[in-house]
Protein backbone atom coordinates (compact mmCIF):
# COMPACT_ATOMS: atom_id res chain seq x y z
CA UNK A 1 0.00 0.00 0.00
CA UNK A 2 1.29 3.11 -0.55
CA UNK A 3 0.47 6.98 1.07
CA UNK A 4 -1.54 9.22 0.17
CA UNK A 5 -0.58 12.80 0.25
CA UNK A 6 -2.57 15.55 1.24
CA UNK A 7 -2.25 18.60 -1.26
CA UNK A 8 0.78 20.92 0.07
CA UNK A 9 1.88 19.00 2.61
CA UNK A 10 4.28 17.06 1.38
CA UNK A 11 7.06 19.86 0.27
CA UNK A 12 10.17 19.45 -1.52
CA UNK A 13 12.10 21.93 -0.45
CA UNK A 14 11.61 20.44 2.98
CA UNK A 15 12.21 16.96 1.77
CA UNK A 16 14.49 17.47 -1.06
CA UNK A 17 18.22 17.32 -0.69
CA UNK A 18 18.64 17.60 -4.75
CA UNK A 19 20.40 13.84 -5.52
CA UNK A 20 20.25 12.49 -8.89
CA UNK A 21 20.03 8.12 -7.45
CA UNK A 22 20.41 7.84 -11.81
CA UNK A 23 21.01 8.98 -14.80
CA UNK A 24 20.51 6.47 -18.51
CA UNK A 25 20.97 8.73 -21.57
CA UNK A 26 19.82 7.11 -24.78
CA UNK A 27 16.99 4.94 -23.35
CA UNK A 28 14.15 3.03 -25.34
CA UNK A 29 11.89 2.69 -22.55
CA UNK A 30 11.29 5.48 -20.81
CA UNK A 31 8.46 7.17 -22.76
CA UNK A 32 8.11 6.97 -26.44
CA UNK A 33 11.36 7.43 -28.79
CA UNK A 34 14.93 7.54 -27.71
CA UNK A 35 14.96 9.49 -24.41
CA UNK A 36 17.62 10.36 -21.39
CA UNK A 37 16.14 9.07 -18.52
CA UNK A 38 17.03 11.32 -14.86
CA UNK A 39 16.07 9.40 -12.34
CA UNK A 40 15.68 12.15 -9.02
CA UNK A 41 16.33 10.63 -5.59
CA UNK A 42 13.39 10.54 -2.74
CA UNK A 43 9.87 9.79 -2.16
CA UNK A 44 7.36 9.47 -0.09
CA UNK A 45 4.80 6.90 -1.64
CA UNK A 46 6.57 4.33 -1.09
CA UNK A 47 4.08 1.92 -3.36
CA UNK A 48 4.71 -1.96 -2.54
CA UNK A 49 5.86 -3.38 -5.35
CA UNK A 50 7.97 -0.45 -6.97
CA UNK A 51 10.42 -1.03 -9.27
CA UNK A 52 12.83 1.56 -7.75
CA UNK A 53 12.86 1.15 -4.50
CA UNK A 54 16.23 2.39 -4.03
CA UNK A 55 15.36 5.38 -5.03
CA UNK A 56 13.05 6.40 -1.92
CA UNK A 57 16.08 7.88 -0.13
CA UNK A 58 16.80 11.43 -0.80
CA UNK A 59 19.78 10.98 -0.72
CA UNK A 60 20.68 8.11 -2.92
CA UNK A 61 22.98 8.76 -6.02
CA UNK A 62 25.21 11.61 -5.99
CA UNK A 63 24.14 15.95 -5.37
CA UNK A 64 22.67 17.67 -8.37
CA UNK A 65 25.05 19.94 -10.10
CA UNK A 66 25.95 22.59 -12.70
CA UNK A 67 28.29 19.95 -14.58
CA UNK A 68 25.70 17.26 -14.25
CA UNK A 69 23.14 19.45 -15.84
CA UNK A 70 25.87 20.36 -18.29
CA UNK A 71 25.78 16.48 -19.30
CA UNK A 72 22.12 15.91 -19.22
CA UNK A 73 22.06 19.05 -22.26
CA UNK A 74 24.65 17.91 -24.47
CA UNK A 75 22.80 14.48 -24.57
CA UNK A 76 19.34 16.21 -25.25
CA UNK A 77 21.16 18.16 -27.88
CA UNK A 78 21.41 14.50 -29.98
CA UNK A 79 19.52 14.40 -32.87
CA UNK A 80 17.92 11.27 -32.32
CA UNK A 81 17.11 11.97 -28.81
CA UNK A 82 13.11 12.73 -28.12
CA UNK A 83 13.58 14.12 -25.05
CA UNK A 84 14.11 13.60 -21.35
CA UNK A 85 12.31 11.38 -18.94
CA UNK A 86 11.24 12.62 -14.85
CA UNK A 87 11.31 9.49 -12.86
CA UNK A 88 12.22 8.34 -9.62
CA UNK A 89 11.81 8.38 -6.89
CA UNK A 90 9.28 10.87 -7.12
CA UNK A 91 10.26 14.25 -9.61
CA UNK A 92 7.12 16.50 -7.95
CA UNK A 93 8.98 16.13 -4.51
CA UNK A 94 12.50 17.14 -6.54
CA UNK A 95 11.21 20.37 -8.12
CA UNK A 96 14.87 22.27 -7.77
CA UNK A 97 16.23 19.42 -9.59
CA UNK A 98 13.67 19.08 -12.39
CA UNK A 99 12.72 22.90 -12.85
CA UNK A 100 16.79 23.43 -13.07
CA UNK A 101 17.42 21.22 -15.91
CA UNK A 102 13.67 21.76 -17.58
CA UNK A 103 13.89 25.28 -18.03
CA UNK A 104 17.03 25.32 -19.70
CA UNK A 105 15.80 22.36 -21.86
CA UNK A 106 13.20 24.94 -22.77
CA UNK A 107 15.37 27.50 -23.25
CA UNK A 108 17.81 25.60 -25.46
CA UNK A 109 15.90 22.85 -26.76
CA UNK A 110 12.91 23.78 -27.21
CA UNK A 111 12.00 20.83 -29.80
CA UNK A 112 12.41 18.19 -27.16
CA UNK A 113 9.66 16.93 -25.13
CA UNK A 114 9.41 16.09 -21.19
CA UNK A 115 7.79 12.65 -19.54
CA UNK A 116 7.43 12.64 -16.09
CA UNK A 117 6.07 9.90 -13.80
CA UNK A 118 4.54 10.67 -10.46
CA UNK A 119 2.76 8.94 -7.59
CA UNK A 120 0.68 12.14 -7.50
CA UNK A 121 -2.21 12.59 -10.07
CA UNK A 122 -3.35 15.26 -11.98
CA UNK A 123 -6.21 16.59 -10.23
CA UNK A 124 -3.84 16.83 -6.97
CA UNK A 125 -0.84 18.31 -8.43
CA UNK A 126 -3.11 21.10 -9.67
CA UNK A 127 -4.13 22.05 -6.33
CA UNK A 128 -0.60 21.82 -4.83
CA UNK A 129 2.21 23.96 -4.36
CA UNK A 130 3.28 26.65 -6.99
CA UNK A 131 6.67 24.56 -7.85
CA UNK A 132 4.98 21.73 -8.50
CA UNK A 133 2.62 22.80 -10.70
CA UNK A 134 5.21 25.17 -12.36
CA UNK A 135 6.92 21.60 -13.32
CA UNK A 136 3.75 20.23 -14.41
CA UNK A 137 3.55 23.57 -17.00
CA UNK A 138 6.92 22.26 -18.56
CA UNK A 139 5.73 18.44 -18.58
CA UNK A 140 4.31 16.97 -22.09
CA UNK A 141 3.34 13.55 -20.72
CA UNK A 142 2.34 12.77 -17.31
CA UNK A 143 2.19 9.32 -16.20
CA UNK A 144 -0.42 9.82 -13.01
CA UNK A 145 -1.19 7.73 -9.58
CA UNK A 146 0.57 5.54 -7.75
CA UNK A 147 1.88 2.49 -8.65
CA UNK A 148 -0.77 -0.26 -7.22
CA UNK A 149 0.81 -3.47 -6.92
CA UNK A 150 -2.52 -5.17 -6.59
CA UNK A 151 -3.64 -3.64 -9.80
CA UNK A 152 -0.24 -4.37 -11.70
CA UNK A 153 -0.44 -5.47 -15.52
CA UNK A 154 2.49 -5.74 -17.47
CA UNK A 155 0.95 -5.43 -20.55
CA UNK A 156 0.56 -1.58 -20.20
CA UNK A 157 2.31 0.93 -22.23
CA UNK A 158 4.45 3.18 -19.96
CA UNK A 159 2.45 2.27 -16.61
CA UNK A 160 2.95 -0.27 -14.30
CA UNK A 161 -1.08 -1.00 -12.96
CA UNK A 162 -4.50 0.31 -14.26
CA UNK A 163 -4.85 2.86 -11.75
CA UNK A 164 -1.81 4.89 -13.35
CA UNK A 165 -2.83 7.12 -16.05
CA UNK A 166 -0.86 8.35 -19.60
CA UNK A 167 -2.08 11.94 -19.88
CA UNK A 168 -1.40 14.82 -22.47
CA UNK A 169 -0.37 17.13 -19.39
CA UNK A 170 -0.22 20.44 -21.79
CA UNK A 171 -4.07 19.68 -22.83
CA UNK A 172 -5.39 18.88 -19.40
CA UNK A 173 -4.13 21.75 -17.45
CA UNK A 174 -5.76 23.64 -20.23
CA UNK A 175 -9.00 21.66 -19.90
CA UNK A 176 -8.73 21.38 -16.17
CA UNK A 177 -9.40 17.65 -16.22
CA UNK A 178 -7.26 14.47 -17.54
CA UNK A 179 -6.90 14.57 -20.99
CA UNK A 180 -5.71 10.68 -22.28
CA UNK A 181 -2.26 11.04 -24.07
CA UNK A 182 -2.13 9.80 -27.34
CA UNK A 183 0.92 8.38 -29.25
CA UNK A 184 2.38 10.44 -32.65
CA UNK A 185 3.61 7.51 -33.64
CA UNK A 186 0.64 4.94 -33.74
CA UNK A 187 0.01 5.58 -37.42
CA UNK A 188 3.83 4.45 -37.99
CA UNK A 189 3.35 1.07 -36.19
Known amino acids: MHRTPIPRTWVASKVSHDYVADYKPFQFVDGEGVRCS????????????????????????????????????????????????????????????????????????????????????????????????????????????????ARRDLSLAFRGSTNQRVLDARASVAAGRAVPWESRNRAAG
Not at 117 to 141: A, C, F, M, N, P
Open 38 to 149: LYVAGCLFKCEGCFNEAAWSFRRGEPYSREFEDRILRDLAHPAIQGLSLLGGEPFLNTAVCLAVVRRMRAELPTKDVWAWSGYTLEQILLDSVDKRELLGHVDVLVDGPYDH
